[in-house]
């Protein structure tokens, strides 16, 4: 049934481009949440519009995308058949698409520069592609490793809870699990789990971000990595047999932002 709506979204504004379908239009009443609005190209904001007219036509999956990002970005892109990427940077001036410039000094280099990514990859099957976000993330979880002897259970919100790992003898946590509508949550990295106050405060902050926004699935995973200069934030989710990921590298809000605001691409004649 997904597919069929998307076909018949497709034929009746092709000859138009630029028309933009009601996103709840794109809900089913099965269970399954596909609250992505069908957009052309030029109705993304720069430099979004310009990485999608690019990449539109590269593979043969829908490619999504945010609306809505910081002004003043400059993107580059990668692609193969089954995949795409486009990385965001934020540098001293606006740069055009794919300029050698992008990450490279003395013009707009480090990790300080760097925005964030959205990408997708196809795989064969929806179960492959379910593996596939559980290996990703494995090795963005590796908060605590051997060293977690002691876990709690606390309630912070409407029946959330959450679970702190950390070790006998201290009041930090190495890592902190919860779930919000279907999404996992794991939080690390130590830089806002310094107590169980702390971290009850961090956990609240990142629910509240979560209820503001229309998360792009209603199940998937969130990494959230607290460090010192901001939070390294991963939202991934699968969508049939195609894996999703929106990240930023220094603001879980604007993750969580990006994440709201994705949009799926009409193909480009």
Same mark, same amino acid.
């Given at each position: 049934?997904?597919?069929?709506?998307?076909?018949?979204?497709?034929?009746?504004?092709? !000859? =138009?481009? %630029?028309?933009?379908? %009601?996103?709840?239009?794109?809900?089913? /009443?099965?269970?399954? *949440?596909?609250?992505?609005?069908?957009?052309?190209?030029?109705?993304?904001?720069?430099?979004?519009?310009?990485?999608?007219?690019?990449?539109?036509?590269?593979? +043969?999956?829908?490619?999504?995308?945010?609306?809505?990002?910081?002004? *003043?970005?400059? #993107?580059?892109?990668?692609?193969?058949? /089954?995949? @795409? *990427?486009?990385?965001?940077?934020? =540098?001293?001036?606006?740069?055009?698409?794919?300029?050698?410039?992008?990450?490279?000094?003395?013009?707009?280099?480090?990790? #300080?520069?760097?925005?964030?990514?959205?990408?997708?990859?196809? @795989?064969? /099957? +929806?179960?492959?592609?379910?593996?596939?976000?559980?290996v990703l993330n494995r090795h963005r979880t590796q908060f605590c490793g051997a060293i977690a002897t002691r876990s709690?259970?606390?309630?912070v919100s409407r029946g959330i809870h959450i679970v702190l790992s950390g070790t006998e003898g201290t009041t930090r946590? =190495?890592?902190?699990?919860?779930?919000?509508?279907?999404?996992?949550?794991?939080?690390?990295?130590?830089?806002?789990?310094?107590?169980?106050?702390?971290?009850?405060?961090?956990?609240?902050?990142?629910?509240?971000?979560?209820?503001?926004?229309?998360?792009?699935?209603?199940?998937?995973?969130?990494?959230?990595?607290?460090?010192?200069?901001?939070?390294?934030?991963?939202?991934?989710?699968?969508?049939?047999?195609?894996?999703? +990921?929106?990240? +930023? @590298?220094?603001?879980?809000?604007?993750?969580? !932002?990006?994440?709201?605001?994705? #949009?799926?691409?009409?193909?480009?004649?």
């Amino acid at each position: 049934m997904i597919r069929l709506f998307i076909v018949l979204i497709v034929t009746s504004t092709s !000859s =138009c481009g %630029n028309l933009v379908s %009601n996103p709840k239009q794109g809900q089913t /009443t099965s269970g399954s *949440k596909v609250p992505y609005q069908l957009i052309s190209t030029a109705l993304f904001p720069s430099p979004i519009s310009t990485a999608l007219s690019y990449l539109v036509g590269k593979n +043969s999956f829908p490619i999504l995308a945010p609306s809505k990002i910081p002004t *003043k970005l400059s #993107a580059k892109t990668s692609y193969t058949q /089954t995949s @795409y *990427k486009v990385s965001l940077y934020q =540098c001293q001036s606006l740069l055009p698409l794919n300029s050698s410039k992008i990450g490279s000094p003395p013009w707009c280099s480090g990790l #300080a520069h760097h925005f964030g990514n959205f990408s997708g990859t196809q @795989y064969s /099957t +929806s179960v492959s592609a379910g593996h596939w976000l559980r290996v990703l993330n494995r090795h963005r979880t590796q908060f605590c490793g051997a060293i977690a002897t002691r876990s709690i259970k606390v309630g912070v919100s409407r029946g959330i809870h959450i679970v702190l790992s950390g070790t006998e003898g201290t009041t930090r946590y =190495c890592e902190m699990t919860f779930y919000l509508n279907g999404w996992s949550v794991v939080i690390g990295g130590g830089a806002t789990l310094s107590s169980l106050s702390a971290a009850k405060h961090e956990a609240l902050r990142i629910i509240e971000f979560m209820r503001e926004v229309q998360m792009p699935q209603n199940h998937g995973e969130v990494i959230i990595q607290t460090v010192g200069d901001g939070d390294h934030a991963f939202v991934d989710w699968t969508y049939n047999s195609n894996l999703y +990921s929106i990240s +930023s @590298y220094h603001s879980a809000n604007e993750a969580f !932002s990006m994440a709201g605001s994705i #949009a799926e691409t009409l193909p480009v004649s």
